[in-house]
């Protein structure tokens, strides 16, 4: 019983605030548009989450190099078992395989960590969201377009924020206290506020084709949580980061491709 209740305490919050979300873009006559906030979120409070976490002279870089190389790994095996799925359900390579690559590590996977394992865990849970977003728009835009190019990498906010957070880290830099402050306190906006998107999001989305939905969403947690555990002993995984590993592998797809699926397809639109 008690750890059922342990179970709750840290899945309640993150549903509370979802649902909050939900019911505000459900009910809220008008209509509801969080194109602005999320457009905020994605440029100003992650990149300084990110920036905050790595920074840290507590956060030891190096150490998180076993976790990275597992979280390429456990994307491209994954994207492998996903074009395998879409010819067999006969679906576009396109429109099944990026979400099953890519899963919500952003809404859920950052609020999950920080309930489950705390400053620690959020840590682990920054490094996997970033070696996500990395490999959304690399490798998710090759597949989309079929060709790359760095220049909108480097126009991510996030790209920055984890760049110059890990400049700051290697160099042994400490940030006055009170400007230190101030960047952590935007980072900590990023958290509720994505799950309060998710639950939105989740509100304006339709399923079309919801047994296809179903099977993408049992074939991505399932295979990714099946590669996950194998790779563990690969990668000599442990503590922390094993169980963090586990949690981002048991994450689910991002709703309607995710607004980072999104932001992708956008900025291909807009390279030509």
Same mark, same amino acid.
């Given at each position: ?21 939900y ?7 008008g ?11 994605l ?33 491209l ?5 996903a074009?395998a799925a ?14 099953l690559m890519?899963n ?13 394992f705390?400053? @620690? $865990?959020?840590? !682990? *849970?920054?490094v996997l969201?970033i ?6 728009f690399?490798? =998710? #835009?090759w ?6 190019h760095?220049?909108p990498?480097i ?31 935007l ?6 506020l994505l799950l309060?998107?998710?639950?939105a ?5 339709h ?30 995984? @442990? $503590?922390?980061? !094993? *169980?963090q590993f586990?949690l ?6 991002a709703?309607?491709? =995710? #607004? ?8 291909w639109?807009?390279?030509?």
């Amino acid at each position: 019983m008690e750890s059922i209740l342990v179970v709750l305490g840290i899945i309640f919050p993150v549903f509370a605030v979802a649902v909050s979300g939900y019911l505000y873009a459900r009910f809220r006559r008008g209509g509801t548009d969080l194109s602005v906030t999320n457009r905020v979120n994605l440029e100003i409070f992650t990149p300084a989450l990110i920036f905050s976490v790595m920074s840290d002279a507590e956060f030891d870089l190096l150490s998180y190099t076993s976790l990275t190389a597992a979280g390429v790994v456990v994307i491209l095996i994954t994207g492998v078992i996903a074009v395998a799925a879409a010819k067999v359900m006969k679906t576009d390579v396109k429109t099944l395989v990026p979400p099953l690559m890519f899963n919500n590590s952003g809404n859920m996977g950052l609020p999950l960590a920080v309930f489950a394992f705390g400053e @620690e $865990g959020l840590a !682990a *849970a920054t490094v996997l969201f970033i070696v996500e977003n990395f490999m959304h728009f690399t490798f =998710g #835009s090759w597949i989309l377009a079929a060709h790359f190019h760095i220049k909108p990498l480097i126009r991510l906010p996030m790209f920055w924020g984890a760049f110059l957070g890990i400049v700051v880290n290697l160099a042994g830099i400490k940030l006055v206290e009170p400007l230190g402050d101030a960047i952590s306190m935007l980072g900590q906006i990023s958290i509720p506020l994505l799950l309060f998107s998710l639950g939105a999001r989740v509100a304006q989305t339709h399923v079309t084709h919801f047994r296809l939905a179903i099977a993408a969403n049992v074939l991505n947690v399932s295979a990714t949580l099946l590669v996950g555990l194998l790779l563990i002993s690969l990668f000599s995984l @442990e $503590g922390m980061q !094993a *169980a963090q590993f586990i949690l981002f592998c048991a994450l689910p797809p991002a709703v309607a491709g =995710g #607004s980072q699926f999104h932001a992708c397809r956008a900025i291909w639109a807009g390279t030509g």
